[in-house]
Nanobody
């Protein structure tokens, strides 16, 4: 199994910035693409960004130009730099790793989520 531990969430004022981190750990695993999702109360979980193992990136329209996904493959860590935050960005943010562990099939692994609240 691959474990994903997220950090960096918290309370920030509108217009502010946060940097989220998600570190993967486990035994005998390979990570391919890594994603960030978010889910606001009463809303479906929304994909917001992807970084492949070759560091190709893509973004949802709602965050494009404000958020930057990056990864450090040596540290098995993916980051989400969030700038120009607004209250609509308030959500629980989740990372997801497309990975293979213990010789098993490739599948998605989810982090526990970290709360981001944008409020004055």
């Amino acid at each position: 199994q691959v474990q994903l531990v997220e950090s960096g969430g918290g309370l920030v004022q509108p217009g502010g910035s946060l940097r989220l981190s998600c570190a993967a750990s486990g035994s005998a695993f390979n990570i391919y693409a890594m994603d960030w999702y978010r889910q606001a109360p009463g809303k479906q979980r929304e994909w917001i960004a992807t970084a492949t193992s070759d560091r190709e990136t893509n973004y949802a329209d709602s965050v494009k130009g404000r958020f930057t996904i990056s990864r450090d493959n040596a540290k098995n860590t993916v980051y989400l730099q969030m700038n120009s935050l607004n209250p609509e960005d308030t959500a629980v943010y989740y990372c997801k790793a497309n990975a293979r562990a213990m010789g098993g099939p490739r599948r998605g692994y989810w982090g526990q989520g970290t709360q981001v609240t944008v409020s004055s």
